[in-house]
Every structure is written in C-alpha cells, then in structure tokens.
C-alpha cells in the first residue's frame, strides 16, 4: 500500500483548502445552503457509523439524540440565556447520558429487534416531548430569537459561517472515527460487528465496548441537533425527533460504504446531489420521487454491492493492485 | 364507570384484531424466514388501495374483495421472496433489515406518486352502524372485521398444524438446517410462508377499508403496533402475536380512556420498554431468537 | 414533464350507488421558469439569479402540494394562481406601468425542515416583492421567521397566535386562533341554554392554540368544559376518546382537527349513536374534501372559518371562477388567500415600488374596505402595528346541502341556521 500512502496526504490537504476556500467562491445562497446540507448529514451518517457501520449495531432511532440534543441548547438558549455553544456541549452530555439507559433497553435485542426498539424509543421521546408543554413547549415549539448577527449565541447572517461551523463539526466526526478505527477499540468493534458471539468468547467485553461507542455516537448526533435549531431558527418535536433524519443517517452510511471512514460522506454528496437535481428537474411538485429514488439506490446498493459506494472503490484498488507486478 | 371500562376493553379488542392479522405475519415471516419485514405496513396499504379501486370501479364490498387482494397479495409476496429476500438470507443482518426498510420506503413513496395523499374512504351500508346493547356499542364493520380476522388467524394455524406443507414450515422454524435435511424445500416453505404472511395483511386492508381511510402512510401506523406485538409475544410465536395484539388493543384503549387520548401510544411503548426490562424473550416463553 | 399530470383525483363513494367521481383536476404550477432558474443556481451555482421579466413583479407563494397537507395545497396553489390572473386582466398594478404579475410557487411538502429551504430558496433565487402562505401554522412560523430575516414581507390567513409576536413582516388579515375559539364558544349557545362542552384537538400548533384559546374563554363566555382532551393526529380509531366524551355528559363536541382524524371523529360519533352538535372548529372541517368523505353526515355540522365564499358579492364572483376551474366551491384558505393577492396589489399600487421593504411600509397602512382586497368577514381590513387586522373576525359555518353556508353571526349570516 505503500503506492496510495503517498498520495492520501496530499489529497487530503486538497480538499482541506477547497472546503474551506469554498464559501469564498461560491456566494449563491442556495448553493451553500446545499453544502452545509451535505455537511451536516455527513456529519450525522459519521456519527451513526461509528455505531451502526461498525459494530453493526443497526439503529434508527438516532433521531433520539438529534432531537434530545436540539431541545437541550433551545431550552438553555431560550430559558436561561446560555449559549448555544454550551448548549450544545451540554445536549451531548443529556444525549450521551439518555444512551446509557436507552442501549441497556435495546441491546438486549439483536439484529432486527434492536433496529424496532431503537425506533420506538425515538417515537416515545417524540411524543413525551409533545405532550409536555411546560418543559418544552409541546407541540407548537418555537422559534430561538432573532439576534442578527450573534456569533457568541451561535447565530449569523451570513451561510458561510454556519458552513464553517458545520465543516468543523464534520472534521471532529471524521477525527474521532478516524482515532477510533485506528485503535484497539477500532478492531474490538469490527470484531463485535462480525460475530459479536465470537467476540466475547475470546475476550471482548461486548456489552461495555457498545455502550461505550453508544455514548460517543449519541453525543455526536446531539451536536448536530443543536446545529440544526440554529440554522432553521425553529424547534419542534416532530422535526427534532423526525424519523427522516435516522433513515437519513443510516441510509448515507450503507450507501456510503458502511464502516468506512468516508463513507458517510460519499454517501451524502451522492444522495444530496440526486435530491437537489431531482429537485430540479422535476420541480417539488413530485412529492414522494426523491424517497424513491432513496429507497432504490438503497434496494441497488443491499443487492449488488453491500459495501457501498468506499467498498467498491477499494474492491477497485485492490484489482488494481493485483496487477502491478510484484514488488521485491 | 364499568361501563366505560367495558367499552373501552371491547374497543380494544376489535381494533386488536387487526393488529393481530398484521401482527401474525410479520412473526411468521420472523419465525420462518428469519427476517423482519419491516414492508409489512405497506402491504396492508396495498390491500387497502386494492379494496377502494374494486369498490369503487366496480362496486365489491370491501369485506368480500379480500377474495382479490388476499391472493394477489399471496402471489405479491411469493415473487418478493423470490427476487429479493432470497438474495439477502446469509449470516448477516444488514442487509436483510435495510432490504425490508428500503422496500417499505420505495412502496410508501410509489405509493404516494401515483395516488397522491388524498384520503380514501368507501362507504358501505355498515360502515357506520353498530350494534347496541344496553349501553354498549359495537360497530359493525370493526365486529365484522374482527371476526373474519379471527377466523383468518384459526385458519392459518389450523394450516400450521395439520398440513404437511404447514408442518414443514413450522419445522424449518424451528431448524432450518434439520429441515432441509429431512427434504423440505427451504426456498418453497419461504416463498409460501412470504406470502401467506402478505395475504394477511391484504386481508388486513380490505377489513381496514370500511371504517378506516386509505393513504399512502396508513401502513406506518399499523407496523408499529405489530412489531411491538411480535415482541411481546415472543418473536415468531404465533398465538403469542395474536394475544399480544389483543392486549395491545385494550392497553392503548384503555390508556386513551384513562391516561389520556394522546397517551396510547405511549401506553404500548411503556408495554414494550417493561417487557424488554423483564422478560426480553417475550410473554410466549421459550424461543430464544 | 410533470407539469401536466393529473394526480389528485378525489374519488370517493358516499354510498354505492354514487359511482364517485368528482375530479379536481390539479392544476400544477408552471415549473418551467422556475426550473431554470433553480437548475441555473445548482449548475453553476455562483451567481445570485434575479425574476425573469424586467417588468413582472415576483409574488412568492408557498403551500404544501405533496405530503399530508396535499389536497388543501393544490387548491390554495390554484387560488393563488387565479387572484394573479385577476388582477393581470384589470390591469396590473397601474402604479408601476401595469407591470404585471408573476406568481411562483414552491411546495414546502408538508413538512417543516423543507419550508425553511424552500423559503429561503424563494426568496434568494428570485427578486420578490412579497410572500403568502403556507397553510399550517407550524410551516407558516418557520417561514416567517425566514422571511423576518430577509426583510421579506409574507402576509397568511395561518391562525396561530405566535404569528403576531415579535416579527414586523408577517401580516395576519384574518381571524386568529384566539378569536376562532370565541366564536366557537358562541356558537354553542346556539345550540343549546346550557352548552357542556367536550373539546377534543389534535395536538400539533394548530389543535393546541385554538384549544388553548377555548379553555381561556370559556368562562367568559358562560360556556362549561367538560372535557379538555389532545389526541394524537392520525390515531387508528376514534373509539376510546368518543367513548371519553360520551362518558363526560357533554353535549356539544368541539373538534380541532385535520381532515382524516374528523371524518373518523364524525363517523364514530354516529355509529356509537351518540346524539352531540358536533362543531369542526377551522382545519379540515371547511374544505370540500370533508364532505365529499362522510357525506350526509355533515349536514348540519358547525364549524368557523376565517373566511368564505358566501360573505359578500365579490367573494362570490371568486368563488363561481374557482368551481368552473377546480369544481369544488372555494374554500376558506383559498378564498382568504385570493384577497391577500389583492391586499398585495393594493400596497403595490401605493408603494410605487416593487422593494420589498417598500411594500412592508404600504401593507402595514393598508386600510380596505371595498374591492376584492377587503373580502373578509366585516369587510375591512386595516393592519395594528403587530400586523393583526383590527377588523379581523371569524365566520360561523354549517354545512347545508352539501355546501358551506355562513350563519354566524348574525350580521356575517347568509343563511338561517338549520336545526338538526
């Protein structure tokens, strides 16, 4: 591999400078808005594939997180005049903290059950927080307040810097996973997404090393929730809780190339770029056609190619690989 | 007050039943196939379709349509299997879930394509009477629906136990492995398992049809409440689907009436979180999954 | 490519000798220009893109033509397109040249997350003068608070109450949710000496400030609540809260509800027999589509509305206009929505000018009282500095014949009231 090692560097400082150069060149509001989309579910599919790529701990209930950490940094905000900034530190802590009871719950399920229970626990938190307007302002939510430009409350006027904030969110997912994969707890995981039976019968501690990645993924997603209140400018329980956003972490990482560091992201940019240009194309008046889509380049991807979109790259490479000739 | 407990349990009971048609086959297809099928909502939503285009084109009872939607379903699934559960059925789980899922989202949206998210209803002679005694009311379409759902579910379990191809499916429930070596064809038992599985919930739908509205998203709703059933009472089990479905039935009435009209969801989540705390096998005992 | 599809056809059967069918035909927004417009920026992505005609000015219009909402959607989207076309043949806006009109619409698919995309992709794809919409009062805050921030000035017949509070763009011409629920209050006097009420609201923004504005006032009003109960939207049966309601001995039901949770409502209470003046609130209740799915057993049902099609001439020009082109009669956001269009042209005409903010300062001086601009229950409509119409009330309705007649109050009654 010593071929590939040589160029990684390189190309990933290329793309540190046109990710960052990018909002300078591009002033369109629409286009970035586009961009911090692609960031943010980036984000969001890292964050779920630490759990569900993996360990194979396939869960659709993220929204849980998102959600829990959204209210966390509104009701500070809104309340208490805390800024969104510990706001969203401390949503991580509640998410990471609602992880340890919800994964108690639900790990003991395997495999398709765990993926129901992770649902219904999303649902529940939905509805509880539809019922209780005194904690949260139930159904109608509500909007942070408008303070224009206001970086120290994690508010701007400008698209570019939440571009900034969210690539930055994007880059600690990515460094986190990246630490991760590359440590025992790396190949603990992979083990126990194998055959999480066999893990333990040669000594790995299953149920604390998935708690553990439950905790760093939850407390992740919640940033991303806190994120998403102060782009929208609006919180309720059923965008904060919404089912769209754990299909949508899930569905980025499979197609992506699930368990992969890039993959998330792969998997965004080709999902959102198909939304955007469907949307195009075909105007909005076609509801239902981009789910579609979702839902066939989803079927596509199970069917051929599992590994998603990394896997077949690095399937390419190592064909490519084989036919060098050998090295002495 | 007694009265409105009985009501509430009787209302419980008839919308039960028709969770535990939709229930009954997502646990035959766990049981059997080992998959969870997380489309099943959305075949439901197709039998409904399925009823409101016979009623209204050409004047079928919903009720007697599921002659129709049943098999059409039955077919609708056998061929499902075939061309894609059978390529997912190995060791791991990934696919097989998001195959399931990805299933129910493209059928949803198609849905939602091709019929918009009008509400559709049909109308019959029944669809709002019922029956009153002393203070008691029974609605008609739910009774009707109710009983036919009853009988579906005695139907199928009669076929289960006295039926050689029953019998088969039933053993490679219970050992595949085993099964195929005693000669039984694990991809016909599948095929036939999907698909009596689909024929229910179709047949779920067409029940649905006189008191309920069709819609793209009718599925979601009904999905939910099954799986939480097939958990309850113990993955693959049948009768334990059926009587947990029945129960749900009753706790989410009961709750609406006594917690509150917007907690009987949450009743049925409190349902599931307990049993998942105590008895995470189920109410059914026994099958490990 | 899309743009001629008829997807919305409503069949329904009342009972099985009505071979159902009555077609709306949807008339989906022309995409074309706004396809170019929108590809352009995805392409290239650089340039901010600009309306299309140097003379036509841009009226953004936002409602939810796919999803849930879908059916309300399309006809608001074909009123929107029928006021433009009403006001383009009396001559545009004669202040600016007879510059015309240009109506471009996007669909905010019923949910939350995309009208705040598609606010913001509005407003900075094209150079508008002014925004309605959207329908539900969740997806109208989001874009007002869009629109509060891109000094845009949106104007929305939404009855939420928070729409008035601490925004200077949005402007609200008609009732609001408080107000609704006053109405509904004294309505149910009609009724009966001594109303016993059960309010029963599904528990979204919507059901939940209209019914808070029911338990605020019932006192006031000499109206006693028997039961306060929210439900979750898109529940399987309506069984166990009919079943709440008969045991709370109330005798009149109020329902805050969208369209699927009150035909089941509707239905349940008949077949569990229970005699109760059902009043639909605002919602589904007023829309054609209520109707034309539980058929004769709305008759008599009373609802409100902000708006409808029988308050004076004008509005039944409108309305003979819209049933030639959709064949349903106008309903109450549709219709509000028509006399927001001409709202907009009035400030239009006075502003000189199609600056956003210039149309702000001439929306918030507006003050009608004739003309298609005034069509709201009273006749006039003049803006409070929260952008609320000091003249804004609410219209008692009941479905007679299949249609829906004003009957309330009764300077607002085109109708006698029917006894059922």
């Known amino acids: 591999m010593a071929n590939a090692g040589k160029w990684k560097l390189p190309a990933l400082a290329v793309l540190v400078v046109v990710l960052i150069a990018l909002p300078q060149l591009v002033k369109s509001s629409f286009a970035l808005d586009i961009f911090i989309r692609i960031l943010l579910f980036s984000f969001i599919g890292v964050a779920w594939n630490l759990m569900g790529g993996y360990a194979k701990q396939l869960s659709l209930g993220h929204a849980a997180y998102f959600g829990l950490g959204a209210y966390t940094s509104t009701i500070m905000q809104v309340d208490f005049g805390i800024s969104p900034w510990v706001g969203m530190v401390a949503g991580g802590i509640v998410a990471m903290l609602a992880s340890l009871p919800i994964g108690w719950l639900c790990f003991r399920l395997r495999g398709p059950y765990f993926t129901i229970a992770t649902i219904a626990t999303a649902q529940a938190l939905m509805l509880i927080f539809l019922k209780f307007r005194d904690l949260a302002w139930g159904a109608e939510g509500t909007t942070i307040p408008n303070l224009g430009s206001s970086p120290l409350m994690l508010q701007f006027e400008t698209k570019a810097s939440y571009y900034y904030v969210v690539l930055g969110l994007l880059a600690l997912g990515l460094l986190i996973t990246h630490r991760i994969e590359q440590s025992w707890m790396g190949y603990y995981l992979v083990a126990i997404g194998e055959d999480e039976d066999a893990a333990e019968a040669i000594g790995v501690n299953a149920p604390r090393i998935k708690r553990d990645i439950y905790m760093i993924s939850a407390f992740l997603t919640a940033l991303a929730g806190t994120f998403y209140v102060q782009y929208i400018y609006f919180i309720d329980p059923a965008t904060a809780f919404s089912f769209n956003i754990s299909i949508e972490a899930a569905l980025v990482s499979i197609v992506g190339g699930i368990g992969t560091l890039w993959g998330p992201v792969i998997g965004t940019v080709l999902l959102e770029t198909t939304s955007a240009l469907l949307q195009s194309w075909l105007g909005s008046t076609t509801g239902g056609i981009q789910l579609t889509v979702y839902a066939l380049i989803l079927m596509a991807v199970i069917l051929w190619r599992p590994s998603g979109l990394m896997g077949m790259v690095n399937e390419a490479y190592q064909r490519y690989l084989q036919r060098q000739p050998a090295r002495a | 007050m007694l009265e409105t407990v009985t009501q509430a349990v009787i209302n419980g009971l008839l919308i039960g039943g028709i969770y535990a048609l939709v229930s009954i086959g997502v646990t035959l297809i766990f049981g059997v196939v080992k998959i969870v099928n997380f489309a099943q909502g959305e075949f439901v939503m197709i039998g409904m379709y399925i009823s409101f285009y016979l009623a209204t084109q050409f004047g079928i009872d919903p009720i007697l349509s599921l002659f129709i939607s049943m098999p059409v379903l039955f077919v609708i699934g056998v061929l499902i299997q075939h061309f894609l559960i059978r390529r997912v059925l190995g060791p791991n789980d990934m696919p097989q879930i998001f195959l399931t899922f990805a299933l129910s989202l493209l059928l949803l949206n198609l849905s939602l394509l091709l019929f918009s998210a009008n509400y559709r209803t049909v109308h019959t002679s029944y669809s709002d009477e019922a029956f009153h005694l002393g203070g008691l009311y029974i609605p008609e379409a739910k009774l009707i629906a109710f009983v036919v759902a009853m009988a579906l579910s005695g139907a199928l379990w009669v076929f289960l136990h006295t039926t050689d191809l029953g019998k088969a499916m039933r053993a490679a429930s219970q050992n595949r492995d085993v099964a195929t070596l005693m000669g039984i064809n694990p991809n016909r038992v599948f095929a036939v398992a999907f698909g009596a599985a689909l024929a229910l919930a179709g047949a779920a739908g067409s029940l649905l049809m006189p008191f309920y509205s069709a819609y793209p998203f009718v599925g979601q709703v009904f999905v939910l409440m099954a799986f939480v059933a097939v958990v309850l009472g113990t993955l693959g089990n049948v009768i334990g689907a059926l009587v947990a479905s029945l129960m749900m039935g009753v706790a989410e009435s009961l709750g609406i009436q006594f917690v509150g009209a917007d907690s009987g969801l949450i009743v049925v989540f409190a349902m599931l979180l307990l049993t998942l705390a105590f008895k995470p096998n189920g109410l059914g005992g026994g099958r490990v999954r | ?420």
């Not at chain 3, 706004?34 to 841009?58: C, E, H, M, Q, T």
């Not at chain 3, 806006?93 to 949910?111: C, F, R, Y």
């Not at chain 3, 009724?191 to 939940?208: C, L, M, R």
Request: net charge positive; aromatic share 8%.
């Open chain 3, 1 to 420: 490519m899309t743009n001629d599809r008829q997807k919305s056809v409503l069949v329904s059967s009342a009972d099985h000798q009505e071979r159902g069918a009555s077609r709306v035909p949807a008339k989906r927004p022309s995409r074309r220009k706004f396809l170019k417009v929108a590809s352009g920026a995805i392409a290239f992505g650089a340039v901010p893109l600009r309306g299309w005609a140097a003379d036509a000015i841009n009226i953004g219009a936002l409602y939810p033509t796919t999803g849930s909402m879908a059916q309300i959607g399309v006809g608001c989207v074909a009123a929107a397109k029928l006021a433009v076309e009403m006001i383009n043949e009396a001559g545009g806006i004669k202040s600016l040249g007879g510059a015309k009109l240009n109506l471009i619409s996007s669909d905010v698919q019923s949910d939350t997350t995309v009208t705040r995309t598609e606010t913001d992709r509005l407003i900075t794809s094209n150079k508008l003068s002014a925004i309605h919409g959207c329908f539900a009062s969740a997806l109208t805050l989001i874009a007002s608070e869009v629109c509060e921030r891109a000094k845009m000035p949106i104007i929305t017949g939404s009855s939420s109450d928070q729409l008035n509070k601490g925004r200077t763009y949005t402007f609200t011409p008609f009732a609001r949710a408080s107000q609704f629920a006053k109405a509904q209050l004294q309505m149910s006097k009609l009724v009966s000496e001594q109303p016993k009420v059960a309010v029963i609201f599904e528990n979204t923004a919507f059901g939940t400030s209209t019914s808070n504005g029911l338990k605020e006032l019932a006192p006031g009003e000499g109206v006693e609540i028997v039961m306060f109960e929210p439900y979750s939207a898109g529940f399987t049966d309506a069984s166990p809260l009919i079943n709440k309601v008969k045991a709370s001995g109330a005798n009149a039901l109020f329902s805050v509800s969208y369209l699927n949770d009150l035909i089941l409502i509707v239905r349940t209470v008949k077949q569990v027999g229970l005699n109760i003046a059902i009043n639909g609130g605002s919602g589904g209740f007023v829309i054609p589509d209520f109707y034309k799915n539980v058929g004769k057993l709305a008759e008599g049902l009373q609802g409100v509305a902000h708006w409808n099609h029988d308050m004076d001439e004008n509005a039944q020009k409108v309305n003979a206009e819209y049933k030639k082109r959709t064949g349903d009669f106008l309903f109450e956001y549709a219709g509000g929505l028509v006399a927001q269009t001409f709202m907009i042209a009035d400030a239009l005409e006075r502003a000189g000018s199609a600056e956003p903010q210039k149309v702000r300062e001439a929306l918030s001086a507006l003050d009608v009282s004739s003309g298609f601009a005034a069509m709201a229950p009273g006749g006039k409509v003049k803006f409070g500095p929260d952008g609320k119409n000091v003249y804004g009330r609410p219209v008692g309705v009941q479905w007679q014949n299949g249609d829906l007649a004003s009957v309330f109050p009764k300077e607002d009654a085109r109708a006698p009231l029917m006894k059922s």
